[in-house]
Protein backbone atom coordinates (compact mmCIF):
# COMPACT_ATOMS: atom_id res chain seq x y z
CA UNK A 1 0.00 0.00 0.00
CA UNK A 2 2.02 2.53 -1.22
CA UNK A 3 -0.36 5.21 -1.93
CA UNK A 4 -1.23 5.82 1.82
CA UNK A 5 -5.09 6.41 2.48
CA UNK A 6 -4.26 9.25 4.89
CA UNK A 7 -4.09 12.48 3.29
CA UNK A 8 -3.91 15.92 5.55
CA UNK A 9 -7.30 17.17 3.48
CA UNK A 10 -9.15 14.07 5.23
CA UNK A 11 -9.20 15.47 8.29
CA UNK A 12 -12.89 15.66 8.97
CA UNK A 13 -15.97 13.97 11.33
CA UNK A 14 -16.30 9.90 10.21
CA UNK A 15 -19.24 8.30 9.50
CA UNK A 16 -19.88 5.21 11.16
CA UNK A 17 -20.16 2.34 8.44
CA UNK A 18 -23.32 -0.17 8.41
CA UNK A 19 -21.68 -2.92 7.74
CA UNK A 20 -20.82 -5.70 10.02
CA UNK A 21 -17.71 -6.63 9.64
CA UNK A 22 -16.56 -8.71 12.64
CA UNK A 23 -16.70 -8.85 16.13
CA UNK A 24 -14.97 -5.84 18.47
CA UNK A 25 -11.90 -4.91 16.62
CA UNK A 26 -13.74 -2.03 15.94
CA UNK A 27 -13.53 -1.03 19.75
CA UNK A 28 -9.96 -1.48 19.93
CA UNK A 29 -7.43 -3.39 17.67
CA UNK A 30 -6.23 -6.31 19.36
CA UNK A 31 -2.72 -6.90 20.69
CA UNK A 32 -0.83 -9.25 18.53
CA UNK A 33 2.77 -11.17 19.99
CA UNK A 34 5.04 -12.39 17.96
CA UNK A 35 8.69 -13.62 18.42
CA UNK A 36 10.44 -10.77 17.38
CA UNK A 37 7.54 -8.11 17.77
CA UNK A 38 4.33 -6.76 18.85
CA UNK A 39 1.51 -4.98 17.10
CA UNK A 40 -0.82 -2.89 18.77
CA UNK A 41 -3.39 -0.39 18.37
CA UNK A 42 -1.60 3.57 17.13
CA UNK A 43 -1.39 5.74 20.14
CA UNK A 44 -0.99 9.44 20.08
CA UNK A 45 2.38 8.94 21.81
CA UNK A 46 3.74 7.37 18.92
CA UNK A 47 3.80 10.47 16.80
CA UNK A 48 7.48 11.25 17.69
CA UNK A 49 9.24 8.21 16.77
CA UNK A 50 7.04 7.96 14.19
CA UNK A 51 8.17 10.92 12.58
CA UNK A 52 11.64 10.22 12.92
CA UNK A 53 11.57 6.69 11.59
CA UNK A 54 9.40 7.39 8.74
CA UNK A 55 10.31 10.82 7.24
CA UNK A 56 13.93 8.99 6.74
CA UNK A 57 14.55 9.49 2.83
CA UNK A 58 15.38 5.41 2.16
CA UNK A 59 11.80 4.80 3.77
CA UNK A 60 9.84 7.20 2.02
CA UNK A 61 11.23 7.28 -1.48
CA UNK A 62 8.81 4.62 -2.05
CA UNK A 63 5.37 5.21 -0.62
CA UNK A 64 3.10 8.73 -0.32
CA UNK A 65 4.79 11.48 1.29
CA UNK A 66 4.89 10.66 5.18
CA UNK A 67 3.60 13.85 7.29
CA UNK A 68 5.81 16.30 7.35
CA UNK A 69 5.60 17.27 11.45
CA UNK A 70 4.78 15.15 14.46
CA UNK A 71 1.78 17.48 14.77
CA UNK A 72 0.69 15.75 11.34
CA UNK A 73 1.57 11.80 12.47
CA UNK A 74 -0.71 12.74 15.31
CA UNK A 75 -3.45 13.92 12.60
CA UNK A 76 -2.96 10.62 11.11
CA UNK A 77 -3.23 8.64 13.93
CA UNK A 78 -6.12 10.60 15.24
CA UNK A 79 -7.53 9.17 11.79
CA UNK A 80 -6.55 5.99 11.94
CA UNK A 81 -8.09 5.15 14.94
CA UNK A 82 -11.58 6.91 13.49
CA UNK A 83 -11.61 4.86 10.39
CA UNK A 84 -10.77 1.69 12.83
CA UNK A 85 -14.26 2.69 14.54
CA UNK A 86 -15.70 3.06 11.19
CA UNK A 87 -14.67 -0.40 10.43
CA UNK A 88 -12.88 0.57 7.19
CA UNK A 89 -9.35 0.41 8.21
CA UNK A 90 -7.17 -1.61 10.74
CA UNK A 91 -3.47 0.80 11.47
CA UNK A 92 -1.33 -1.35 13.77
CA UNK A 93 1.81 0.28 15.34
CA UNK A 94 5.50 -1.90 15.44
CA UNK A 95 7.27 -2.40 18.79
CA UNK A 96 9.69 -4.73 18.70
CA UNK A 97 9.96 -7.03 21.61
CA UNK A 98 12.08 -5.20 24.64
CA UNK A 99 10.78 -2.11 23.28
CA UNK A 100 8.49 0.56 23.93
CA UNK A 101 8.76 2.82 20.93
CA UNK A 102 7.14 2.15 17.51
CA UNK A 103 9.36 1.40 14.61
CA UNK A 104 6.84 1.23 11.98
CA UNK A 105 3.64 0.51 11.02
CA UNK A 106 1.28 -2.45 9.23
CA UNK A 107 -2.04 -1.30 7.84
CA UNK A 108 -4.81 -3.01 6.21
CA UNK A 109 -7.89 -0.95 4.12
CA UNK A 110 -10.91 -2.26 2.73
CA UNK A 111 -11.67 -2.48 -0.85
CA UNK A 112 -15.35 -3.01 -0.51
CA UNK A 113 -17.77 -2.73 1.80
CA UNK A 114 -17.42 -5.79 4.41
CA UNK A 115 -13.54 -6.27 3.64
CA UNK A 116 -13.99 -9.41 1.78
CA UNK A 117 -10.93 -7.75 -0.47
CA UNK A 118 -8.66 -5.59 0.81
CA UNK A 119 -5.20 -3.61 0.41
CA UNK A 120 -2.38 -3.87 2.98
CA UNK A 121 0.62 -1.92 3.30
CA UNK A 122 3.76 -1.40 5.38
CA UNK A 123 6.88 1.13 6.46
CA UNK A 124 9.21 0.19 8.47
CA UNK A 125 12.38 2.25 10.06
CA UNK A 126 15.02 1.24 7.90
CA UNK A 127 17.36 0.61 11.20
CA UNK A 128 15.54 -2.28 11.88
CA UNK A 129 15.38 -3.48 8.01
CA UNK A 130 16.90 -7.09 7.71
CA UNK A 131 15.78 -8.20 11.36
CA UNK A 132 13.02 -10.46 10.55
CA UNK A 133 10.53 -8.15 11.83
CA UNK A 134 8.85 -7.73 9.02
CA UNK A 135 8.14 -11.70 8.40
CA UNK A 136 7.23 -11.75 11.75
CA UNK A 137 4.52 -9.16 12.08
CA UNK A 138 3.54 -9.46 8.46
CA UNK A 139 2.06 -12.68 9.15
CA UNK A 140 0.26 -11.57 12.11
CA UNK A 141 -1.26 -8.96 10.34
CA UNK A 142 -2.37 -11.42 6.88
CA UNK A 143 -3.62 -13.63 9.09
CA UNK A 144 -6.07 -10.95 11.24
CA UNK A 145 -6.59 -9.66 8.14
CA UNK A 146 -7.99 -13.57 6.77
CA UNK A 147 -9.21 -14.53 10.34
CA UNK A 148 -10.56 -11.85 12.11
CA UNK A 149 -11.62 -9.32 9.02
CA UNK A 150 -13.19 -12.09 6.95
CA UNK A 151 -10.73 -11.10 3.89
CA UNK A 152 -10.82 -13.53 1.03
CA UNK A 153 -8.25 -11.59 -1.45
CA UNK A 154 -5.56 -9.29 0.26
CA UNK A 155 -3.15 -7.00 -2.33
CA UNK A 156 -0.42 -5.22 -2.22
CA UNK A 157 1.12 -3.25 -4.40
CA UNK A 158 5.25 -2.20 -4.75
CA UNK A 159 7.06 -0.06 -7.16
CA UNK A 160 8.88 -2.35 -9.67
CA UNK A 161 11.93 -0.58 -8.27
CA UNK A 162 11.27 -1.53 -4.30
CA UNK A 163 13.37 -4.43 -4.64
CA UNK A 164 13.06 -4.76 -1.00
CA UNK A 165 9.41 -4.54 -0.31
CA UNK A 166 8.67 -6.85 -3.35
CA UNK A 167 11.19 -9.28 -2.26
CA UNK A 168 9.59 -9.26 1.42
CA UNK A 169 6.37 -9.83 -0.35
CA UNK A 170 7.13 -12.39 -1.75
CA UNK A 171 8.59 -14.32 0.70
CA UNK A 172 5.80 -14.01 2.97
CA UNK A 173 3.84 -16.56 0.18
CA UNK A 174 2.50 -12.94 -2.12
CA UNK A 175 1.48 -14.29 -5.85
CA UNK A 176 2.70 -11.92 -8.35
CA UNK A 177 0.12 -10.88 -10.55
CA UNK A 178 1.17 -8.35 -13.09
CA UNK A 179 2.51 -5.13 -13.24
CA UNK A 180 0.31 -1.78 -12.86
CA UNK A 181 1.64 0.20 -15.68
CA UNK A 182 2.29 4.20 -14.55
CA UNK A 183 -0.16 3.71 -11.26
CA UNK A 184 1.91 5.26 -8.68
CA UNK A 185 2.72 9.18 -8.73
CA UNK A 186 6.43 9.59 -6.60
CA UNK A 187 7.71 13.13 -7.04
CA UNK A 188 6.00 14.11 -10.26
CA UNK A 189 7.09 10.76 -11.85
CA UNK A 190 5.16 7.96 -12.45
CA UNK A 191 6.03 4.65 -11.33
CA UNK A 192 5.12 1.20 -12.21
CA UNK A 193 4.04 -1.28 -9.49
CA UNK A 194 4.07 -5.05 -8.66
CA UNK A 195 0.56 -5.81 -8.28
CA UNK A 196 0.47 -8.85 -5.41
CA UNK A 197 -2.28 -11.49 -3.95
CA UNK A 198 -2.47 -13.79 -1.29
CA UNK A 199 -6.02 -15.59 -1.21
CA UNK A 200 -7.22 -17.03 1.92
CA UNK A 201 -7.53 -20.05 1.12
CA UNK A 202 -4.47 -20.93 0.25
CA UNK A 203 -3.29 -18.65 3.12
CA UNK A 204 -4.82 -21.60 5.14
CA UNK A 205 -3.53 -24.35 3.17
CA UNK A 206 0.54 -23.28 3.75
CA UNK A 207 -0.22 -22.70 7.55
CA UNK A 208 -1.60 -26.58 7.70
CA UNK A 209 1.24 -27.98 5.78
CA UNK A 210 4.22 -25.60 7.37
CA UNK A 211 2.70 -25.20 10.83
CA UNK A 212 1.58 -21.61 12.54
CA UNK A 213 4.72 -19.17 11.81
CA UNK A 214 6.17 -20.77 9.18
CA UNK A 215 3.99 -19.81 6.23
CA UNK A 216 6.54 -18.08 3.24
Not at 2 to 26: G, I
Not at 54 to 81: M, Q
Request: aromatic share 10%.
Amino acid sequence: MEKMPYQPDMDRPVQTATETVSSDWRAALPVLSGSTVTLRELQLEDAPALFAMLTAEEVSRFISPPPTTVEGFVKFITWARAERAAGRYACFAVVPNGMTTAIGLFQVRSLEPGFATAEWGFAIGSAFWGTGIFQDGGQMVVNFAIETLGVTRLEARAAVANGRGNGALRKLGAVQEGVLRRSFLKNGQYLDQMLWSILAEEWRQSKAVLGPGRVH
